[in-house]
């Protein structure tokens, strides 16, 4: 077996298509899926034998955070695209922070390229920052390949000087104008600067600082309030609008209400949204502190009413890595323990497990919510987000008849502090082929090495040789 290979048959597998999931196997030729057949016999390719398991498309995270430059001791693109590799994703987009500088001009956008593709084990796409001070860039961004735009509504995490600045009304509405422009995508950070900043003073100055502080300083309301404030001014600018990690099954409600109204308008929701709440966050402490804030039992359970009934477009890890001393709380203070969820490896057998093991959601549903959904909105049909001839042989091998315990030496990100670490997984990721190179493959690990390509909005399928023309 030969990783850089990338002439496959792959064969006896259960394969999930946009539909449906049938018994196929699949020609990969130079990459990309050369067509279905069931009589491999005729083909003299090698073969890669998937007999017992089901074949996926590789997931296309649309929200991790590599921190890559200037903030490699995180996480960087070596380790995480190297953990998204094992849980199954062949393409992600890297946010504009928290690397610093962060991703708001063009030289830095080729600056973090660059990394990328000397580093990353698989696919990778960038968002560009909005802020303040780069109103002027957006138009370059856009031109140099971003997917969209990311902006805060709420304060980011990160206070060094150069830092991401979240946006006032001002410069989002000045921003949002300038985006329309460029016809490509603004995803927000939604929640209310205002609230969130008074209640968290509020609770500091009574020297109320656990976990549940924490939470109720960061209601759903501060969402909804951000969400309609976005809403309408993308009724005035037209500008096309994707939601980040929304948390709160009313918020989906309203945003489902902006589509009904024919507003450009999407959004994900994370993993940890659908599988933890509010009193796991009590129970696992700072590991599973994250920005929305985990909500109840009743809304995690809205949540999957509104992903099943086609409400919820994606899901995306908003993998957020910190070193380990930033997930320590002295004194006990959780306002100052570091936000994030650093969890991306395990996102697509987290669905399946949650989704499609427990609950009993079809394999297309869930294949539409981790491909492509993601792909259609940033742009990427049709060349990734669907098993189907002329596609990336982006592929992804699933053994439902294996469950296991994950383990922190199963991880492979930089620091290993998954909320899920000794959790049950009733299957396992086996295989993960990127453009028909094998870059993950068990018991063997990564296998890859580095051989990523940047994916802009609007390439064309890699028919030849699976080189990206664009
Ligand atoms: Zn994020």
New binding site residues.
Partial sequence: MMPENADWIIRGGRVVLDEETCDLDIVVRGGVIAEFTRSPERYSLPVFDVQGMTVMPGMIDV?V?FNEPGREDWEGFETGSAALAAGGCTTYVD?PLNSLPPTVRVSLLEQKAALAGQKSVVDYAFWGGLVPQNLEDIEGLSEAGVVGFKAFMSSPGTQEEGDFQRVDDDALLRGMRLIARTGKILML?AEDEQMVSALTADKRRRGRVGIRDYLQSRPPEAERIAVRKALHYARLTSCRLHF??VSWAETVAEIDRAKQEGLDVTLETCPHYLILTEDDAERIGPVAKCAPPLRSRENRERLWALLAEGRIDMISS?H?PCPPSMKIAPGGDMFDVWG?IAAGQSSYELILDEGHIRRGLPLPDIARWVAYNPAKRLGFLPRKGRIAPGYDADLVVVNFAHSYTLRAEDLYDRHRQSPYIGRRLSCRIEATLNRGRVVYRRPDGIVGGAGGQWIKPGCTAGREGGVQRS
Avoid: I, K, T, Y
Wanted: negative net charge; proline residues 0%.
């Fill in positions: 929200h955070h946010m950070h980040a990690h908003d957020s994030g």
